[in-house]
């Protein structure tokens, strides 16, 4: 076993880099295995496109290395990475073809034509995209440039397949359609996926595991669901989905529980317990709407909470109540319509006195 | 109304008409008129009186005697010959003098764009008659230019070839030189035009594909860069080639340019016929070209 096959395929250790006195990126350090899709998350100016760049060589760490497949790639100009990148605007060459733009890069590997030729065929074929191989840009949809895009990055077999913001030019439909193909052309094709992207939803989609990045700093790293389920700060938790945070106070443990003063609620509530908060401490208790019950009745459990339903959104396959507190705070709740019927079988109406109620499991106690 | 009968009255289909049909009035009259007037003039026949021609005498009237001559003599063609051969000269070292200036225009801070492009327009401030003087001073015998030019060659060449200086007054080289120096910018604009348009993100896509900056040059600034290549050398090359005063002023009298044999015809031979027909050989020389260029153009952008 060579050494570069014990470690990670991707390794980022402690990068920063600055423009000027701006600093894009600040310590940034991430492991990528082989085979994967990893989303950088983020809103803009975050530094994941500047952390994408330098990964493709277009920029040069202010401090900090790279390491691909055990190689330092400090000082390795793009041309000689094995890293391909999928632009946002596609940048496909106007003045060639799709065939023409697909070979490209294939101009620099030592391959005779009819090689070639079969590569490009076999690529084309990949993206479906045969019948347009003779067409330029300008003559084929924004979707199908975006396939073309993809195959010219593929062509070479890069170890490493960067994409920015991939499918952020399409319109929704295609989105989601295009969503399912680039995951099945990466199970396909093998080649690691980092993606960069500003959308919530195509990052949990498309990716294994997402760093949540701001201001130049990785947040959190983890699967779709940790992220989502276990977020590790405010910031994340707000990210991503819809969420209610309250401030909040540890007064104690119980039973393998947090016990938690929620001043909004003007009670103590049950949480899951977090390592490293203290007693006393301040803290940030966020619930999920869809984590939250609506009954007439007081549930039972240790969290229940009175309130009055002051605004309610019908979504048809759910909805989306804003239940006033006697404090004065709103708390967001989901509910379900698994039961057909008219307005008269809703849980509760405007106006209506509610009981809200949670499992501990489901309070998320953030201490940052 | 008032107001409405005077929208009504500003509306009227004539003002549309008017507007759009300006430039092609302005054509007509300044150009197509004048021009057949060149056309018919270059079928009369030379006469003594003034204005030195006629179309009387025998049917049919016309005389194509002067466009014999034209493609007959070996002077005209060696006029033409010559023109097309300064101007294509000229026309190649603006470009490879210009195609990387406007590049760096293109390349260097937005900042410095600005002040860049303002020297490059800088010099017609100044009289054109003016600074193809100082060209003829700095080309003179006795010039310090020619001096240092002189200098430089006597150290590099053996001492057998020396010279007192380097004749360069009156000859084709001078032409060029003035040319290139005076037609520079409309070589670099088009091509700044045209380059300043271009995705800088393509160039990075090549790279990412394997390609050295030499090679990205080559497969992808080049080729795009064509459309302002054909302007800036059409920009160059046209009026180079019928250029008069650079030609008379520096040029050598004994191989004269076109625009050189057409005034002399006219002024000095008063040979109105034989001028006219230079003048028309010469448009349709460049006319033809022109319409090609703009046909295949306007068939590229029509695909888009």
Partial sequence: MSASEAGPFLKIEGVSKSFGSFQAVRDVSLTVEKGEIFALLGGSGCGKTTLLRMLAGFEEPTSGRIFLDGRDMAGVPPWNRPVHMMFQSYALFPHMTVAKNVAYGLKHEKMTRAERDARVAEMLDLVQLTPFAGRKPHQISGGQRQRVALARALARQPKLLLLDEPLAALDKKLREHTQFELMSIQARTGVTFIVVTHDQEEAMTLADRIAVMDKGQVKQVGSPTEIYEFPNSRFVAGFIGSITSFEARVTGREDGLLAVEVPAFGTRVMARDVAGVTEGQAVTLALRPEKLTISKDRPEGPNAVEGMVKDLAYFGKDSLYRISLPSGALVQAHAVNARRGTEAARVADWDDRVWLGFDPGAAIVLAE | ?304
Wanted: with cysteine; net charge neutral.
């Fill in chain 2, 1 to 304: 109304m008032a107001g409405s009968r005077l929208s009504r009255w500003f509306d009227r289909k004539g003002w549309s008409d008017l507007i759009v049909g300006a430039p092609y009035i302005w054509l007509l009259v300044f150009f197509l008129l004048p021009f057949l007037v060149v056309v018919a003039m270059s079928v009369a026949t030379k006469t003594s009186t003034a204005p030195p021609i006629s179309w009387g005498g025998e049917v049919p009237l016309v005389s194509w005697e002067a466009y014999a001559r034209v493609f007959g003599d070996g002077l005209y063609l060696r006029a033409f010959l010559t023109s097309v051969l300064n101007a294509a000269v000229a026309m190649v070292l603006c470009l490879l003098i210009g195609y990387p200036m406007a590049l760096g225009l293109v390349r260097v801070a937005p900042a410095w764009r600005n002040i860049l492009l303002m020297l490059v327009i800088l010099p017609f401030w100044t009289s054109f008659l003016l600074r193809v003087y100082a060209w003829m001073g700095l080309m003179g015998r006795n010039s310090w230019f020619n001096g240092m030019l002189t200098d430089a060659w006597n150290v590099l060449v053996p001492v057998d070839w020396a010279v007192r200086s380097i004749p360069m007054m009156n000859t084709n080289f001078a032409v060029v030189l003035v040319m290139v120096y005076t037609y520079l910018p409309f070589m670099i604009l088009p091509l700044y035009a045209s380059l300043e348009r271009l995705d800088p993100t393509l160039d990075e896509a090549a790279m990412d594909l394997g390609s050295k900056p030499a090679r990205v040059f080559w497969d992808v600034t080049l080729p795009q860069s064509i459309p302002g290549i054909i302007a800036g050398g059409m920009l160059v090359f046209i009026p180079a080639a019928g250029e008069l005063v650079i030609p008379t002023l520096v040029g050598n009298a004994s191989s004269p340019m076109i625009g050189r044999v057409i005034s002399d015809e006219f002024a000095q031979a008063r040979d109105w016929p034989m001028a006219s027909a230079v003048a028309v050989v010469l448009l349709l020389m460049m006319v033809v070209p022109t319409m090609l260029y703009s046909h295949f153009q306007a068939r590229a952008e029509g695909s888009k």
